[in-house]
């Protein structure tokens, strides 16, 4: 084994640690939130639902409350209510920050994990430096919908979803 090998070896263990901990951190959160959720305004709450429902739901982009009303209307514009049942999805201003923060850890494990398959391979240093950018750059984009629905349900689990409203026609 060379020494970019062993170098990109001890990065890739190391990264192993920090998301496993990471995971370990959001696997609690989630924990709390489901323990301490909230009935919200229609009495349906997140008990009632089971947790593969509410995964399958923000797999799909769909509203975790009623599972019928799309989150995007376009890949890149998320709705602000559920079009079935009026939902508020993000209520305060600053909920774009997890998934921002999510997205970005998409695409910095893309990169090392790109970085470290390239470095094995005993590529140059060009393409050792520009696989990573590009995969980074198209994962975080990939991510995007997905984090921002995995964040919602999320705040629906912590009772941070806005209310409903009348449904738009």
């Not at 609690?28 to 301490?36: D, N, R």
């Amino acid at each position: 084994m060379t020494t970019d090998q062993e170098i990109a070896l001890s990065i890739a263990i190391s990264f192993g640690v920090i998301v496993l901990l990471a995971g370990l951190g959001a696997t609690a959160i989630i924990a709390i939130g489901w323990s301490e959720r909230e009935e919200n305004n229609a009495g349906e709450t997140a008990a009632a639902l089971p947790p593969g429902i509410l995964i399958k739901r923000a797999l799909a982009r769909t509203c975790p409350i009623c599972g019928r009303g799309a989150m995007f209307s376009s890949y890149w514009e998320m709705r602000k209510v559920c079009p079935s049942c009026g939902a508020q999805f993000w209520k305060n201003e600053g909920e774009w920050v997890g998934p921002a923060v999510i997205d970005y850890a998409v695409a910095a494990a893309v990169a090392v994990v790109t970085w470290t398959v390239l470095a094995f391979a005993g590529a140059n240093w060009i393409v050792q430096l520009a696989f990573p950018i590009v995969a980074a750059f198209a994962s975080g984009i990939a991510a995007i919908p997905w984090t921002r629905s995995l964040w919602t349900l999320f705040l629906f689990l912590n009772g941070e979803m806005g209310s409903r409203q009348t449904p738009p026609a």
